[in-house]
């Protein structure tokens, strides 16, 4: 870890020099992606570990196909140092590459920014991103060198020869498919099912209606929308009528586009708070989503591309010795409700913190 560590470091004061200036994409694989791939154990000069410009089933080609036993398990495809890596078509490309040669994960990157897709899943391909990570020191700022040297040590050679990436992939993607087979069952369940519940509750005096309607209940505890009160156009002041136009946030807004690792730590994190009692609201804003009980905002989540950031209404000084994840927000800019806030980036991590949260909770719940 100690190599990808110095690589990463010496690759941003790289990027300090060269992020205005720019470069194209030969000069963005030399300066950045080459130094990276070698620093987690691929030899880029050897084309039986690494090859360049890799040929695909269209007569075109990849600019990287790393190898295990000769087989490529992982397509890379470069950009210029400066673009976005949002372009649709590019991202359908390199999927479909890897897709087309039964190549399962594949790379888009700036030389900067890494995005990670799952090139099998059944799904469009933008929402096959499994999870980014970046060397941009302003876009990891949550994040130590360590914990941005791990993430980038899921497609080492290692990890690859090992079958991480399969591993975190398996557990993230099929817990979403689970999750939506569930909320079709449970929002509008098969007669079969009800029929099942029916019979395990022993109790044949309740209807097939209230079988569904306390599924629904159960399963979908607060409305998934609610009107944010931030105001997005005003008319002009020397107007005759003024009117005041609001909109609406829903949990698209807030999960376009991030990683389905991020997404997935967000809905366990919202299923253990509207947990915590039946009547927990939720409420869609434009940058976070709140959490309230009688009133009292007890958890606010904001949706970043490498995890959350989840603030609570908790003093920072009652914490007995707090993790440096967890920071004093009560005098500082935030996005989101409470004194302190905490950076979760992982299922491990909610589990670490998850008291803090049923603290809150139980603290507004008091007042």
Not at 104 to 110: A, K, M, S, V, Y
Request: net charge neutral.
């Amino acid at each position: 870890m100690d190599t990808v560590i110095k690589c990463i470091e010496e690759l941003r004061i790289k990027l300090d020099k060269h992020r205005k200036s720019g470069l194209k994409e030969y000069s963005t694989r030399t300066i950045f992606v080459d130094p990276l791939l070698k620093s987690l154990g691929w030899d880029v000069t050897d084309p039986d570990e690494v090859e360049i410009e890799y040929p695909t089933i269209d007569g075109k080609s990849v600019d990287y196909a790393t190898k295990i036993n000769r087989k490529p398990v992982l397509f890379i495809e470069a950009k210029q140092l400066n673009d976005p890596l949002t372009d649709v078509k590019s991202i359908t490309q390199v999927v479909g590459y890897a897709a087309n040669a039964g190549v399962e994960w594949c790379i888009l990157t700036n030389g900067i920014t890494y995005k990670i897709y799952h090139s099998t899943e059944k799904m469009e391909a933008p929402d096959k991103l499994l999870f980014e990570i970046s060397i941009d020191l302003k876009e990891t700022e949550d994040m130590t060198i360590q914990q941005v040297a791990e993430r980038f040590a899921r497609f080492s050679r290692d990890a690859m020869a090992k079958g991480l990436l399969n591993e975190i992939g398996e557990q993230i993607f099929t817990t979403g498919k689970i999750r939506k087979a569930l909320n079709k069952l449970f929002m509008n369940p098969p007669n079969k099912l009800v029929k099942l519940i029916r019979e395990a509750t022993g109790d044949d005096t309740i209807k097939p209606t209230q079988v569904k309607d306390a599924l629904k209940r159960l399963w979908a505890q607060t409305p998934e929308v609610e009107v944010s009160s931030e105001i997005i156009s005003e008319a002009p002041a020397h107007a005759a009528r003024t009117k005041t136009k609001y909109r609406e946030y829903n949990e698209e807004n807030h999960i376009k586009g991030k990683p389905q690792e991020v997404i997935e730590l967000f809905k366990t994190i919202d299923k253990f708070c509207r947990e915590l009692d039946p009547t927990v609201q939720k409420k869609y804003l434009s940058v976070y989503i709140s959490y309230t009980h009688k009133g009292n905002i007890f958890c606010s989540v904001h949706l970043q591309k490498t995890g959350l950031r989840v603030c609570l209404r908790l003093n920072y000084s009652e914490l007995e010795n707090p993790p440096s994840y967890i920071r004093d927000v009560s005098n500082i800019g935030h996005w989101g409700v409470g004194n302190i806030e905490l950076i979760i980036d992982s299922i491990q991590r909610f589990q670490d913190v998850k008291g803090l949260i049923q603290k809150s909770f139980e603290q507004g719940r008091i007042k």
